[in-house]
Every structure is written in structure tokens, then in C-alpha cells.
């Protein structure tokens, strides 16, 4: 690591819901994030973990902390422990 | 028209298990001061896709979330038609045969344009911003995801 | 989508001097084939006119035409909505007190804006056409005839 | 009357509805009219029977058999003895 950048790592709180929880077979985890850390970061990591979420790409944002958050949105977001960040695929209520 | 100043003006949201009730929602949603309740009742409706005949969906929702986007739809719509008086909103969760109803909405206002507008909008931002999923459950056991088209 | 050949579609009209039942004019209108049942209640509004306090409105119908108007409203909205599955609507005679409904109507489709156009022009048309009066009665007993401003 | 002209003298009934009860103190009433006669012709009978109508005139319709029919309408219409006339005050349903 490039000793010029300082960032941390935050453990948050990550629920799947819908064709995600299936993919995954979870619900939710802990997952440890560096942060800050961009949506798009959050789903490269998520998909580390979870190669099989791939087959949501292209139909799915995510929510940090209850709002929306691009897949390929850059915007760095300061995450602490606990925060929640969820996996949106297509809505469907109503 | 100015706008009036209600203080209790209200907003029901509720995420339940069981059946809806029409009765309570309307209920919640009217008021003494308004001539106008307009009402949206979503049904499962009897399917065939591909061949396969759904005999129900099953809700899934990020419950925390529906409460904030909720709230937030609340107060776009207030600010788009001041003259709203009360918003009410159940929605099923889990298992909900065809047939049954798996949301109301109801939109109290003293004249029914606004209600009517703001019960459309209503629905139309639920659907698209709030996160709440359904799987169409098939005859034989087979399910799939559902995706609102809107 | 090709307008579907439903020969089950109904239309359920009703002038009733008691009070109105929301879930009978809904059920009515359910259907399992329809997602989407859109729900129009009018109420007595309070409401002050020159200082004097209304208590509750006094309707009156010329019966048989409504019959025979609501008829052919009917007609018009399956031209215009041919994906309408049923329409149903109560309305109430004589004396309404403030705070009740003095009309209910509800339409299904198999989608929803099919469901809340029509319901909107059918309460429309029913202020425009429908030979049915109401008198505003005020506390102390003075009445007054109504005027539809739409 | 001119020998040319051939009429027949109907016995309608009369509705009255709203304010234009009121004004005439009455329900319903069997008048005699001279057929054919038209939407602006029934109203002037009407007027002639009870004065107190033309309150309302400019501001109502007539009902022949079920069908509105404009208080200055021309048109000729063939009453049978038995046939509904209604007046019909601005509607407020709803």
C-alpha cells in the first residue's frame, strides 16, 4: 500500500434481497471494507466475494445507508462499522 | 387557493403479513375537511407465463427503507399538491395468493383532482423507488423474480 | 394488446338511501384476471358558506334516467377502455350527513392506468350528465340548491 | 288555427326536479301539449303554467323521454300521451 493514502477499514453490515440473497444463499454479512470507498468499489468487492452476483450486472444498484448508490458511481463514501449497505436488484412492489 | 395548514395531517404506512384491510385504510385516509378519497387496490393477478399457471408471490422488502422512502415520497407529494390532507399505504409481505390485494393506497384531499394526481403518483413512485421485491410462485413449486416494467 | 373477449363483464348501478358499503362496491368490481381495481368515495365535506355551517346535503335522482345515463356512460367508457372489466357505483338519496359518502365508484382492469382513467372520467361524466341534485342544509334549517362546477 | 296545420294534443307528464320543484311547488303533472312541439316550445308552456320557472331560465335543460333536449332546441319532437317530460335544474351530483 502506497504509504501516502490513509484510509480504514470499517466492518459493515451487507444484506442481499431477492435474485441477490439466491445467488449468494445469504441474507446478510459483516464484510470489511477499506474506506472511503466508492459504490463502484463496493461492487467489485462484493462481487470478489461473491463471483456469482456477476449475473446481476447491468440490473441492480446498491443502498448505503438507506439511499441509492450507483454501481458505477465514483463518489468516495465515508463508511463506519455497522452502516448498512444493501444489493437492489429490479424492484418489483406494488 | 392557498394552502392550508393542517396540523394533522397524516401519513400510515404499514408493511403487514396478513391480509389488507380496505376498511382501515380508507379509514386512515379520511377526513371530515375533504369531499375526495381516492383509492388504488392492487390484486394478484390469475397468470399463465410460458405456459405455467402462478398460483401466488411472495413479497420480500428491505423494511427499514420502505419506511424512509415512504417518508420521502410523503413529503414530494405534499409539496406537489399542498392540498393533500392524509396519505395511507399497506403493503402485504410474504406469501399473498392470487387474488388477494397486496397493496392499497389511499389519498384524502378536499377535491379530487389532487387526490386523484397524487394517488397515481403514489403508486407510480412506489413501484420504481421503493425497496420491495416479489417472486411469482408457479404451479409445481417453480418461482422467478419479478421485475416492475414501469 | 388485443382487447380481451370477457363475457363476464359487469355493470352494477345503485341509488340507495342508506349508507353506502365501501367493500360491497369494491367486491363488486374485483376480478381475478384484473391487477388493478381503482376506487373513486366523495364525501360530505364540512364546510362553511357565509358564515352558515352546512350539516349535511339532501340528494335527489331522477331515477330512471340515471339508470338509463349511467348506461350509456358505461357504453362510452368500454369504447374508450376496452381492457375495463367491471364498473360499480353507489350513490346515495336523501339525507347525508357530513363526514359519509355519498358515492362510490370502483373499476378493475388487468392494469392500472386503464383502472384510474376511467374511474376519473366516469366520476366526471356522472357530475356532468347524471340527473341527481343535492340541497346544502345549514344549521338553523335554510337550504339551498347545489351547482356541480366542474 | 290554419286549417293547414295538422296537430294532435298529448297528455305528457311532467317531472319537476331541484329548485324548479320548489318553484312550482310540485313533484309531477300531467299537462296537455299540442304535438309536434319542440324543446323551446314545451318550455314556454311550461313557463306559461308557472311564471315562477323563469328563475331558472339560462341555466337548465330539459329531459323528453329520458333524452336532454336544450330549452331553445327547434327541433320537432312527436310526444305520445304518457311520455316523460322533466326539467332539469344545473345537476350536482357526486
Known amino acids: 500500500m502506497n504509504s501516502k493514502q490513509i484510509c480504514f477499514l470499517s466492518q459493515v453490515k451487507v444484506l442481499y434481497f431477492a435474485r441477490s440473497a439466491d445467488l449468494t444463499g445469504l441474507r446478510e454479512e459483516p464484510v470489511s471494507v477499506a474506506t472511503p470507498i466508492s459504490g463502484r468499489g463496493l461492487w467489485v468487492e462484493l462481487q470478489r466475494r461473491h463471483p456469482s452476483l456477476s449475473a446481476l450486472q447491468g440490473a441492480l444498484v446498491l443502498a448505503v445507508r438507506q439511499e441509492f448508490v450507483a454501481v458505477d458511481d465514483d463518489q468516495p463514501l465515508l463508511l463506519g462499522d455497522g452502516d448498512e449497505v444493501a444489493v437492489v436488484p429490479p424492484l418489483s412492489g406494488g | ?150
Open chain 2, 1 to 150: 387557493m392557498e394552502p392550508p395548514d393542517w396540523p394533522e395531517r397524516r401519513d400510515v404506512f404499514k408493511l403487514c403479513s396478513d391480509a389488507l384491510s380496505l376498511q382501515e385504510v380508507v379509514e386512515a385516509a379520511r377526513s371530515p375537511k375533504c369531499g375526495a378519497v381516492s383509492v388504488f387496490l392492487g390484486t394478484t393477478r390469475e397468470d399463465v407465463v410460458n405456459g405455467r399457471k402462478v398460483i401466488g408471490l411472495e413479497y420480500q422488502a428491505y423494511e427499514s427503507m420502505v419506511q424512509s422512502e415512504l417518508s420521502k415520497l410523503s413529503r414530494v407529494i405534499r409539496e406537489r399538491w399542498p392540498h393533500v390532507m392524509h396519505i395511507c399505504l399497506h403493503h402485504r409481505l410474504g406469501w399473498v395468493s392470487v387474488g388477494e390485494a397486496s397493496v392499497i393506497v389511499a389519498v384524502s384531499a378536499p377535491h379530487r383532482r389532487d387526490s386523484e394526481e397524487a394517488v397515481q403518483f403514489c403508486v407510480t413512485q412506489l413501484k420504481a423507488l421503493v425497496p420491495i421485491w416479489k417472486k411469482e410462485v408457479f404451479e409445481g413449486g417453480q418461482c422467478r423474480w419479478n421485475e416492475n416494467s414501469e
